[in-house]
């Protein structure tokens, strides 16, 4: 079992940079693929980004490539969401997830560990 925790979130503004972590309980943390995914008030649950367990491979929303970056650190039991050029639109909730099972990256029924959430609010 893995447990999540983000943080890093806060209002900025938009053009604004920011990083949000996930941190990860347990010796397995390393063997999962890990997402992120965002929601917005009154919207559904958006994928955003995933990386897989080693850290070698990415794949991204098509809405956030060049803007987001994904990146982990098993050392640290951590993972980032590097977030540039933030709008207004970008404001969201956004969790981290641990994948449980193959199949679409961007698929949420995939991932069995949740975290918390971390908002992010982007004023204009």
């Known amino acids: 079992q893995v447990q999540l925790v983000e943080s890093g979130g806060g209002l900025v503004q938009a053009g604004d940079s920011l990083r949000l972590s996930c941190a990860g309980s347990?010796?397995?943390?390393?063997?999962?693929?890990m997402g992120w995914f965002r929601q917005a008030p009154g919207k559904e649950r958006e994928f955003v980004a995933h990386?897989?367990?080693?850290?070698?491979?990415?794949y991204y929303a098509d809405s956030m490539k060049g803007r987001f970056t994904i990146s982990r650190d098993n050392a640290k039991n951590t993972v980032y969401l590097q977030m540039t050029s933030l709008k207004p639109e970008d404001t969201a909730v956004y969790y981290c997830?641990?994948?449980?099972?193959?199949?679409?990256?961007?698929?949420?029924?995939?991932?069995?560990?949740w975290g918390q959430g971390t908002q992010v609010t982007v004023s204009s």
């Open positions: 997830a641990a994948r449980i099972r193959s199949g679409l990256l961007y698929v949420s029924s995939l991932y069995g560990y």
């Open positions: 347990g010796r397995t943390f390393s063997s999962y693929g």
């Open positions: 990386i897989g367990s080693s850290g070698a491979s990415t």
